[in-house]
C-alpha cells in the first residue's frame, strides 16, 4: 500500500463506505484474519473467538478512543433473520452489534446463544414448585 492510499484509510468516516481488504493477526486467540469469506466486506470481528476491537463509535467511523477488547457476550435475531452478535468492551463497558459473518466458529456463536439456557437465573429443580406457586398445576408436560 503506497503512503498516499494508507493516508486515505485514516480519513473521517474511510470505512463506512469503502471495503476493509487487510489481514490482521487476532490480538485475543492469534490466529490470522483474512477478508476474504466473511461474506461482506466489512470484517470487524476475529471469526474464530468472536473478540473485536474498539475502534469505532458508529460503524466504520473509527473514532473510539478506548481499543479495548470486545468480547461476544449475546447473539440476537434481526428482523430479516439474520444474526447479529452483541459485544461488550472490556475496558469501556460499551455495546455494539455486528452482523454474523459467514465465516464464523458456529459452535462458538451456539455457545453464546445457549448460555441464558445453561444458566437460568431461578433453581431449575424447583421449577414445578414455582409453577405451582404462579397458579399452575406444577407438573410438566411433555
Known sequence: MNR????????????????CKDTFTCKVCGREVVPEGAGSDHRNHCPNCLTSLHVDIR??????????YMDAVAVWVRKNGEWAV???CRMCGA?????VAADDN????MSIALRP??????????IEEMTRLMGG?????F
Open 4 to 19: 498516499e492510499n494508507k493516508r486515505k484509510t485514516f480519513e473521517k468516516g474511510y470505512y463506512k463506505n469503502h471495503a
Open 59 to 68: 460503524p466504520g467511523d473509527r473514532e473510539a478512543d478506548c481499543g479495548g
Open 86 to 88: 452483541i459485544h461488550r
Open 95 to 99: 455495546f455494539s452489534s455486528n452482523r
Open 106 to 109: 458456529p459452535m462458538k456463536l
Open 117 to 126: 439456557l445453561t444458566l437460568p437465573p431461578f433453581p431449575v429443580e424447583r
Open 137 to 141: 398445576d406444577g407438573e410438566i408436560k
